[in-house]
């Protein structure tokens, strides 16, 4: 029994590094699509004014 409460710790300080990285990758991949719903209006403004 107490080989398992190391492994819970490890186990519980992996899960925890995998959701920051997972909240970093989500942040990294946010101002792409900012900028890809940008270029979309843009390409779509010209359009509108006809």
């Known amino acids: ?3 398992r409460q190391p492994r ?3 186990l ?3 899960a925890g ?3 920051r990285l997972a ?3 989500a942040l990294a991949e946010e ?3 900012f ?3 940008l270029e ?6 010209p359009e509108e004014d006809r």
């Open 35 to 37: 900028v890809a719903a």
């Open 31 to 33: 101002p792409a699509s």
């Open 23 to 25: 909240g970093e990758l």
């Open 8 to 10: 819970q710790a490890e």
């Open 17 to 19: 590094v995998i959701e």
């Open 40 to 45: 979309d209006g843009a390409a779509k403004a």
């Open 1 to 3: 029994m107490s080989e």
């Open 12 to 14: 519980a300080h992996l």
